[in-house]
T-cell receptor, first 115, second 115 residues
Framework: GAGVSQSPSNKVTEKGKDVELRCDPISGHTALYWYRQRLGQGLEFLIYFQGNSAPDKSGLPSDRFSAERTGESVSTLTIQRTQQEDSAVYLC?????????????FGPGTRLTVT | AQSVTQLGSHVSVSEGALVLLRCNYS??????LFWYVQYPNQGLQLLLK??????LVKGINGFEAEFKKSETSFHLTKPSAHMSDAAEYFC?????????????FGGGTRVLVKP
């Protein structure tokens, strides 16, 4: 079946503009994660959704970052008033369940460049 | 809080030689440990994981890793490197029992395979 998809694959925006990144998880996956990968660094956890539970937002770096997910489907990550330090690859992952250690399946990422 | 350290951001090996990527972690509870591989312009792919039980874990593409609690290590090895192993490798940890299986990643090790 189809894997995790993300759009756009690349986004260039001017400092101060808002951007919206989209993630389509694998069908049936109840858990969804957003991570950020800055150049030359590992991935940083941003936010996690599990079904209809309240999301875990503990990794969001500032209040300019927000994310939504409707049910167990698409998620959008929004960055308001973008700054140059927001430039990174934003990766989305989904998994079957949270109770056991389920494998997280990653999308190809959205490369965001803030000029 | 958990953390992961990968020793060496770049590793160069000859084709046919041993691949050894080092990973040390810190965790306040028994950890779950993972190795992911990222090929250029692709998302992360799970190589192997340790949760409980046997400490020597075998993964895909001939890779294996050994969990050593006394050394807080989870080093990744492959006896004979292949050109297709050129990629970036990430070690990650999540805390057993914690909600959400959030992954904490190391900084990554880029592997170059010389013919």
């Amino acid at each position: 079946g189809a894997g995790v998809s993300q759009s756009p694959s690349n986004k260039v925006t001017e400092k101060g503009k808002d951007v919206e990144l989209r993630c389509d998880p694998i069908s049936g996956h109840t858990a969804l994660y957003w991570y950020r990968q800055r150049l030359g660094q590992g991935l940083e956890f941003l936010i996690y959704f599990q079904g209809n539970s309240a999301p875990d937002k503990s990794g969001l770096p500032s209040d300019r970052f927000s994310a939504e997910r409707t049910g167990e489907s698409v998620s959008t990550l929004t960055i308001q008033r973008t700054q140059q330090e927001d430039s990174a690859v934003y990766l989305c992952a989904s998994s079957l369940a949270m109770g056991l250690v389920s494998e997280q399946y990653f999308g190809p990422g959205t490369r965001l460049t803030v000029t | 809080a958990q953390s992961v350290t990968q020793l060496g951001s770049h590793v160069s090996v000859s084709e046919g030689a041993l691949v050894l990527l080092r990973c040390n972690y810190s965790s306040s509870v028994p950890p779950y440990l993972f190795w992911y591989v990222q090929y250029p312009n692709q998302g992360l792919q799970l190589l192997l994981k340790y949760t409980t039980g046997a400490t020597l874990v075998k993964g895909i593409n001939g890779f294996e890793a050994e969990f050593k609690k006394s050394e807080t290590s989870f080093h990744l090895t492959k006896p004979s490197a292949h050109m297709s192993d050129a990629a970036e490798y990430f070690c990650a940890v999540s805390e057993s029992g914690a909600a959400g299986n959030k992954l904490t990643f190391g900084g990554g090790t880029r592997v170059l395979v010389k013919p």
